[in-house]
């Protein structure tokens, strides 16, 4: 992707390995997940989350409920990844806008991205919509 920050057009990775990573490791919607800040993000190892936890905002959740869930190994990784190529804190957003790093990416770019990531790879898109096979993919590992 092409960023166009301060006056100056750079080519960068996209975002969409760890938005992939993020949506499948916690069955999130990909709105939510776009709006991820980096004040929401809780690194810290405990012995309820071992490998870190993200505050789920409620002004980001379809019922308007804040949650806090630890992460899975997947998850941390791609986190460890972000923080290490676009260190950031607070309110800053952990997938920016290409055109303005104070805005976090609109779910129709990463939506673009995965059309065009699916393209590129030969695969059919899934069945469902573009996101939701995700969650209902998470939704079915944890069901007994």
């Given at each position: 992707m092409e960023?166009?920050?301060h006056g100056r057009r750079e080519p960068?990775?996209?975002y969409l390995s760890e938005i992939l990573d993020i949506v499948n490791g916690t069955g999130r919607r990909i709105?939510?997940?776009c709006k991820l800040r980096y004040g929401d993000l809780r690194l810290e190892r405990t012995s309820v989350a071992p490998h870190g936890a993200i505050r789920w905002p409620a002004a980001t959740d379809k019922m308007g409920f804040e949650t806090m869930l630890p992460v899975n190994p997947e998850v941390r990784t791609a986190l460890d990844r972000v923080v290490?190529?676009?260190p950031g804190l607070g309110s800053a957003p952990i997938f920016p806008s290409p055109g303005d790093p104070t805005k976090p990416i609109q779910k129709d770019l990463a939506a673009g991205?995965?059309?065009?990531?699916e393209a590129l790879a030969g695969l059919e898109p899934q069945p469902g919509g573009l996101?939701?096979?995700?969650r209902?993919?998470?939704?079915?590992e944890r069901k007994h």
């Open positions: 960023i166009r920050w960068v990775r996209s709105s939510a997940v290490a190529e676009r991205w995965l059309v065009r990531a996101w939701h096979p995700f209902r993919k998470w939704v079915t």
